[in-house]
């Protein structure tokens, strides 16, 4: 039983570059709460949070960069060559991150939480889950996934590789084994496989469609079993731009969700939503050129708000196609704030806009939570 009542847990790790995040996404889809530990940790170590100082006093001044903030990769070229560097670091935002765990996974309204985290079975969380699920992949994919995804040298690829335990060693400790090594179908049918093992239907309750009442406008969160439909939309409302295959969109399903504007089971608009490190952002709009935008905004931005609280997100970004200017004052009714990137007061704000923000698109900002998870004192 896992160290909180009512909850079932499942750690998740695996080493650099084998598709964690992309299965903790896959696990969100199906239901599961989902944390990512390594991003916790950066924040731990925020200009202002608790594991600033104590890092500034074990490295030097001189890992800072411009903004006063930690260079992240300044200490990743420390920590990556000395093992008791990285001890060192380790020791420190370990039990911060640990803190954070508790206090989301406590709040959180979800049963399953999946916790994801690259040195979960060396932290106390281990013994914290119900369940040990590891991804594995070649070191040749690895390799090609930091080099190209990541834009690592092969130089510090191979050197981010070599510093972590072998991938054997997290795989003998495994309850499951999730081998990414093709593609997002095949990856999809190993982690549904085991969710099903571990949940039959009858005991937990897999994403349906709504059923709305004829004629009103309803918003549905999508599954890989809609790509097809999500594809052919997305294609024809791009004008062909984007010409989208059944295939493309279950790569998409890796980092994102979908949510589907709906009239009596016709897809009239979808928003692709993402959640990362408690930051909801909408970075993909499409609706029908004769539906009524200004209602079809508030009914997306509605259940986008709902969806996202639910996450405990502390902030909700909606970047918006410049195409649909015009229709701002609906986002403005609804409390949000045109503001750039840089605007933003929080490091891990600002990394999510800058890393998430199409082009030709106006970002538009709204504050979801005022106590955030490890905030700056």
Known sequence: MSAWPGKYVI???????????????????????????????????????????????????????????????????????????????????????????????????????????????????????????????????????????????????????????????????ADVIIRNEGGFEDTWQQVLAAWQKIFPAAQLEILEEQQAPSGELVVQRAGPRQAGEIAA??????????????????????????????????????????????????NDLYLEADLPHDEAFRVLTQEVERASKELQCEIALFFLPKKYARRAQILHSLGYQQRSPGSLNVRAWQEAAKESMPTDTVMYFKQLRRDRVLRPV
């Open 11 to 173: 750690g998740l790790t695996g080493n650099i570059a084998t598709g964690k995040s992309v299965v903790r996404r896959m696990l969100e889809h199906l239901g599961a709460y989902g944390i990512d530990a390594d991003a916790l940790g950066h924040r731990a170590i925020a200009k202002g949070a608790p594991g600033y100082q104590p890092v500034l006093d074990m490295f030097g001044t001189w890992i800072l960069g411009e903004s006063g903030q930690i260079d992240r990769a300044k200490l990743a070229r420390i920590v990556f060559l000395d093992p008791q560097a990285l001890t060192q670091l380790e020791e420190v935002v370990h039990p911060l991150v640990g803190e954070a765990v508790d206090l989301l996974v406590r709040r959180s309204k979800q049963r399953v939480i999946v916790l994801e985290a690259i040195k979960l079975l060396e932290s106390d969380l281990r013994s914290r889950c119900d369940s040990i699920w590891v991804t594995s992949a070649p070191q040749a994919l690895q390799l090609s996934r930091l080099t190209k995804k990541r834009q690592l040298s092969e130089a510090v690829a191979r050197q981010r590789i070599t510093a972590q335990s072998s991938q054997q060693l997290k795989i003998n400790a």
């Open 233 to 282: 939309f997305i294609t024809h409302n791009s004008g062909g731009r984007r010409a989208y295959q059944r295939e493309d969109v279950m790569a998409a399903f890796g980092d994102k969700a979908y949510l589907l504007l709906k009239r009596d089971s016709k897809l009239l608009g979808l928003a692709g939503w993402q959640v990362e490190n408690l930051v909801a952002r909408v």
